[in-house]
């Protein structure tokens, strides 16, 4: 096997790399050549007559990219490269001198010169008798002595405390019984102290990503719309890894967690007559090109409990970042492993946490458990709108979201401090509906249902309370562009871990048809299954709804809501001396009956599927009065807002009534009152958007992704849709702004005036109520409402 080899360096961007066969290199002396930037060898490179060819072969890479500031394990001092331009630290300096690189005399670590360095030959001869990577017997060629350089793997090279127990470690144990942190422990297996101090920490120090948020954090802010999180411009996935074998790098890596296992003492390098106490943590990770692989994380002793000063306990539980991050991983995480050493054995790749505690973890995206679980940087919105070429990382946890679980089926996964997502089989049915004509001109460009409201689309509001109710299946019913909704929804199921099927009805079967023609889902066992309108927005309620159903248990129960003036709806009348039991329907009444209406959510049971005949027909009309009379029909009070979105002046009353119910229950996602373009609270802005000067926005106002604000902007009770821009000293109030519209400078929208998709409105136009159809460029005043075609 070749010697190993340190590259500090990462990966470059995968564009750079050159795959042709003709650029393939033996690993020889003449690895040194890559690191020039104009003088790229090829394959009839000449080996040196004393060297052997080696087994590895390289990609043609140059070291133009490698922009990432290294975070350096401490090397041996007797070990280290000593060509130009490399600064490495004496292992009595601070960790902050420790990661200063003098590049004077390279743009970045190069191959030649961490190959530049020779050992010994007394260090060369012990070195050959030392394990290999994981822990196996190596051998090194006899011209590692005067060509290669190789590290003293006996005297505390970078990785040599690591070597000894990851081969036998992964012999012995199979990953698939790798378990949670919290999972009992094997009787007898060396591990921490029953009173968790490795557990006690209160906050994880921010990395240069975010954070690891603790119990006590747990209801942050929405964290901004991330940056690219280490330098490079790209992490390498498994595949990749595995072309450099036998060689071992230093990188950062976008995975997720398979499984991870219990902490357990273990003794290294007891044979070189140097014992020590380590932790040791083991995961099993993989992302799209490889079905799992191990990284082992290594924690010393000594930064358990102590203190510099002597004391004999940590509050906080350790000094360890890696080792209070830890506590909070669990299977399906995706995370970004910072400074971790990759190499290939036995066709493998395995990984090694660095010594220093210089190898991090910042958790990108989790699936929620419940309100209380963790969040990881990336939220759901962060990877719906992922873009290639715009955020390669995010892009990347999206991928690593499915993959994830696809391989943790089997894993015991919905541990938490907190109670567990029940795990019960129910299903759900949205009625998606139609043209969505009274949201026009928004549903020219999209189904109503995919329109942003509150800069998500409607319907993933309902999908993400659905699933956190415990719902396994989900019906759209559609009839309206099937192949746009299809396209833009089926990613939830991975974001979701729910099952989404799309029933596409040939002819519209109005309120009840679908549930009859969805009959082999939503009938297919005995639990119950919701019912809900696509335009609904409210706190939805569907636990509360659902253990309010199996305590009647009746065949159905309506969400109802009260409202100032019932006159204008279908007003629910219950049943004498019966406070939730449904006598009748009156619609519109002219005389005061009661002031509680259909709020468009129900829960049924599956008999309610033979009362539906496969055709046009109204569930309010026709299945619901039938349901009244078998007294088998129930209503349930909603608490909180409620709004049906369908049409403009609604959706924006939506808008505030969502906004403010927002400011009670989760304040930290909307701009904070302190923020100077803040006026009257209520402003919820993507982190992508930019506003400009002397602004004053609020009350009331969404601004999404990519949005532009100029300077002395008006904004109240409106909505930007995505990329839309207001230029400078506009006033717009009580407005949707459509995606990628623009408003001139001066102007004044008002009087809820809705632009469609691609819009202009000159300088100094006055719109009063105007419906713009797309791609309109309007340059006189609207005076009073219209539609503009």
């Known amino acids: 096997m070749t010697s190993r080899m340190i590259i500090l360096a990462g990966a470059p961007e995968s564009a750079k790399l050159d795959w042709s066969e003709k650029s393939l290199l033996p690993a020889s002396t003449h690895v040194e050549s890559l690191s ?380 938490s401090s907190s109670s567990p997502r029940p795990q019960v089989n129910m299903k759900a049915l949205i009625l998606v509906g139609g043209f969505g004509t009274r949201l026009r001109p928004l549903t020219l460009t999209l189904p109503k249902p995919l329109v942003e409201f509150a800069n998500r689309p409607m319907i993933e509001h309902q999908v993400e309370a659905l699933a956190a109710a415990g719902v396994t299946d989900i019906v759209l019913a559609v009839n309206y562009r099937p192949d746009v909704m299809t396209n833009a929804l089926k990613k939830y199921e991975d974001m979701y871990n729910v099952k989404i099927t799309f029933s596409v009805e040939s002819e519209p079967l109005g309120t009840a048809g679908p549930l009859k023609l969805a009959e082999k889902i939503l009938g297919k066992d005995d639990s119950n299954f919701f019912v809900l309108n696509s335009d609904v927005i409210c706190n939805y309620p569907f636990k509360e709804l659902a253990a309010f159903h199996d305590s009647h248990g009746e065949e159905g129960t ?78 349930f009070d909603l608490d909180g807002f409620w709004m049906d979105v369908g049409q403009p002046k609604d959706f924006l009353s939506g808008t505030c009534l969502y906004l403010s119910s927002l400011a009670k229950t989760n304040s930290k996602k909307l701009v904070p009152h302190s923020e100077p373009y803040v006026y009257g609270g209520n402003v919820l802005v993507d982190p992508t958007a930019k506003i400009g000067k002397n602004c004053r926005i609020g009350p009331n106002v969404v601004i999404g992704p990519g949005c532009v604000v100029g300077d002395g902007v008006r904004l109240q009770r409106c909505v930007l849709l995505e990329d839309s821009k207001v230029k400078d000293h506009a006033w717009v109030k009580s407005t949707i702004i459509g995606w990628r519209s623009t408003v001139g400078r001066w102007a004044r929208l008002e009087n809820v005036t809705v632009l469609g998709d691609d819009v202009s409105i000159g300088d100094e136009i006055y719109v009063n109520g105007g419906s713009v159809l797309p791609h309109k460029s309007i340059k006189a005043n609207v005076e009073v409402p219209q539609i503009i075609m």
């Open 36 to 415: 020039h930037k104009n003088e790229l060898p090829n394959s009839q490179t000449p080996l040196s007559p004393s060297s052997k060819a080696f087994g590895a072969q390289w990609r043609q890479i140059t070291t133009q990219k490698l922009q990432m500031r290294p975070i350096l394990p401490k090397l041996n001092i007797d070990a280290r490269p000593t060509a130009p331009g490399i600064a490495f630290p004496h292992p009595g300096k601070q960790q902050d001198e420790a990661n200063e690189v003098d590049q004077s005399g390279a743009e970045f670590f190069s191959f030649s010169e961490l190959l530049g360095a020779s050992t010994p030959s007394s260090d060369i001869s012990e070195a050959q008798s030392q394990p290999s990577l994981s822990g196996g017997s190596s051998s090194i060629p006899d011209t590692a002595s005067n060509s290669t350089g190789a590290f003293n793997t006996s005297e505390g090279g970078p990785l040599s405390e690591y070597y000894d127990h990851s081969f036998s470690i992964y012999e012995a144990i199979p990953s698939s019984q790798l378990s949670h942190f919290s999972d009992s422990i094997t009787p007898g297996t060396p591990t921490y102290e029953s009173n968790e101090e490795m557990f006690s920490a209160q906050q994880v120090p921010g990395t240069p990503g975010g954070i690891i948020r603790t119990p006590s954090q747990r209801r942050l802010s929405q964290a901004p719309r991330p940056k690219t999180l280490s330098e490079l411009q790209d992490i390498p996935n498994a595949r990749y890894l595995q072309t450099i074998s036998p060689q071992t790098m230093t990188v950062n890596l976008i995975v997720g967690i398979i499984s991870i296992a219990p902490p357990r003492t273990v003794i290294t390098g007891a044979k070189y007559g140097r014992p020590k106490e380590v932790d040791l943590v083991e995961m099993m990770v993989g992302d799209d090109t490889k079905s799992g692989f191990p990284i082992s994380m290594w924690l010393p002793k000594e930064m358990r409990v102590n203190w510099k000063d002597g004391a004999n306990a940590n509050p906080e539980g350790s000094r360890s970042i890696l080792r209070r991050s830890l506590r909070f991983m669990k299977p399906r995480d995706v995370v970004l492993l910072q400074n971790v050493a990759l190499s290939s054995f036995r066709g493998k790749v395995h990984g090694q946490s660095l010594k220093g505690d210089v190898t991090k973890i910042d958790l990108l995206f989790r699936k929620k458990v419940d309100d209380d679980d963790l969040a990881g940087i990336y939220s759901v919105s962060n990877l719906r709108t992922a873009n290639v070429g715009k955020d390669p990382q995010v892009l990347k946890s999206l991928n690593y979201v499915s993959f994830v679980v696809d391989h943790t089926k089997t894993v015991h996964y919905l541990l």
């Open 558 to 635: 309506i969400v109802v809501t009260k409202v100032e003036e019932p006159s204008k709806y279908g007003v629910i009348v219950h049943k004498p001396n019966h406070p939730s039991r449904i006598d009748r329907f009156v619609e519109k009444p002219v005389e005061f009956v009661g002031n509680r209406i259909n709020a468009g959510i129900y829960i049924f049971k599956p008999s309610i599927l033979k009362r539906i005949e496969l055709r046009p027909t109204s569930i309010e009309q026709e299945t619901f009065p039938a349901i009244c009379k078998d007294g088998q029909l129930h209503s």
